[in-house]
């Protein structure tokens, strides 16, 4: 039997809405509000600005990327926008920068905090920590190359039970906690000055960090049913209940543990647990975590491939990922070549300088994918569009603005790793010329 040249279309609207909040939860929410609080001067109300921005920006990036969504109903997202609206190359270096070190290395991420996590449950000496993250990359392989039904299903079941915890989490923070009653929480005291600005723009940087991976269901346009229809209200729907999740979540860490509480820790819903019901029970933390870990991951397996695999099917990446499995009917080569190479960077610990060094050029790519709306309205004026962002061009010039700031913030403040960043993903151009020169060949 031949296998299918085309994947199937299975995914659901709710589908694709828990591709975006289960990809984009993982551990950040449970870490990140502390942080943030503190970069915000210990200040509750200039945290929530800092938070409602950010919110803010996901939602336009999703308002932008589904309108190309929607245009291009295609496996590749991103690269797909860019190869349209910009050619090739930059396409080209989009997806070798997320095969590289984004998305890879965000599994690696991923699979080590899982061991991290695990081995607070029960003990693992070294050689098992390393295996508890490789087990993980390689579950999550397994589901996503027997069906994208079944990782489908997994990953709605696996969102279901994090983001239940998370607003049973803040239910109890509400009805047990009195956080917002004390004297150390305080709201808008924080005197505005050039200082305070700098402070809540890298807070802001945190964030942003809580939203990554929204965008990765861009990858799954191929896969979704009726995608004209279906496609701009998953993104749009997916966006706004993160925001709601997120907003709630640290609605209800403050009123578990007043601000300076939630300010004072890097583990704030184990902390948040610990105060409601006492230390037995943070454990039940640390499974939740891993759940939203493993769901990040699988997540990440049924979106990033995809890209992969349209680059292997433009003849621009080893031509065997372009191939769909004959009996499941997923991109198999794809799902299993972006997990070999993540769990080389898990075992070499190299993932920690790659992950550092190119992170700020996921926000390069999706500012640039982005302005693909500006170049294909004007290439394009008659073809289909069942969605337009609203508020053209404002909600897309804002989101590219806030994408290129995050850019310029990381080139001036850490020169040296954009430097040594950049150049990674310009190791992209002779890597391109090479699968060019290979595919006229023929060899």
Do not use: C
Request: aromatic fraction near 10%.
């Amino acid at each position: 039997m031949s296998a299918p040249r085309e994947l199937a279309r299975v995914l659901t609207l709710r589908d694709l809405v828990l591709i975006v909040v289960g990809t984009t939860i993982g551990s950040g929410i449970f870490t990140v509000p502390g942080s943030v609080l503190r970069q915000s001067g210990g200040d509750l109300g200039v945290a929530l600005v800092v938070w409602v921005v950010g919110s803010v920006l996901a939602l336009l990036g999703a308002l932008t990327f589904g309108e190309l969504g929607a245009m291009l109903p295609d496996a590749g997202g991103s690269y797909t926008y860019v190869r349209e609206a910009f050619g090739r190359l930059p396409a080209f270096l989009l997806g070798w920068t997320l095969f590289l070190a984004i998305n890879t290395g965000s599994t690696a991420t991923l699979a080590v905090a899982f061991a991290n996590y695990l081995s607070e449950v029960v003990p693992l000496t070294p050689l098992a920590h390393k295996l508890a993250g490789v087990a993980m990359i390689a579950a999550v392989t397994a589901v996503n190359i027997r069906g994208v039904r079944q990782a489908a299903t997994v990953q709605n079941w696996s969102t279901a039970l994090k983001v239940g915890a998370i607003l049973v989490l803040a239910v109890a923070g509400f009805a047990l906690g009195d956080g917002y009653h004390r004297a150390d929480t305080r709201a808008f005291t924080t005197p505005l000055s050039l200082g305070s600005v700098s402070s809540a723009g890298i807070a802001l940087l945190g964030v942003l960090w809580a939203y990554e991976g929204w965008q990765n269901v861009t990858n799954s346009a191929g896969e979704a049913a009726d995608p004209q229809r279906t496609f701009a209200r998953g993104i749009g729907l997916g966006a706004a209940a993160l925001v709601a999740v997120y907003l709630t979540a640290n609605a209800g860490y403050v009123a578990a543990l007043s601000s300076s509480g939630v300010a004072a820790t890097d583990r704030v819903a184990a902390d948040a647990v610990r105060a409601l019901f006492g230390p037995a029970s943070a454990k039940l933390v640390t499974l939740v975590i891993l759940v939203s870990i493993f769901s990040a991951a699988n997540g990440l397996a049924l979106t990033g491939p995809r890209m992969y695999f349209a680059m292997a099917r433009d003849g621009l990446f080893f031509r065997s990922l372009s191939e769909v499995h004959p009996r499941f009917g997923t991109p198999a080569l794809a799902v299993a070549a972006s997990a070999v190479w993540a769990t080389l960077l898990a075992l070499s610990g190299s993932f920690e300088q790659l992950f550092t060094y190119v992170v700020f050029a996921s926000w390069m790519f999706a500012g640039l994918a982005a302005a693909g709306v500006f170049v294909l309205r004007r290439r394009r004026p008659d073809a289909p569009r069942p969605f337009r962002v609203p508020g053209y061009p404002v909600t897309p010039a804002l989101f590219i603005a806030a994408a290129a700031a995050i850019v310029i913030n990381t080139i001036v403040g850490r020169p040296v790793q954009a430097v040594i960043g950049l150049g990674m993903v310009a190791t992209g151009v002779p890597a391109y010329f090479a699968w060019k020169w290979w595919r006229k060949t023929g060899a």
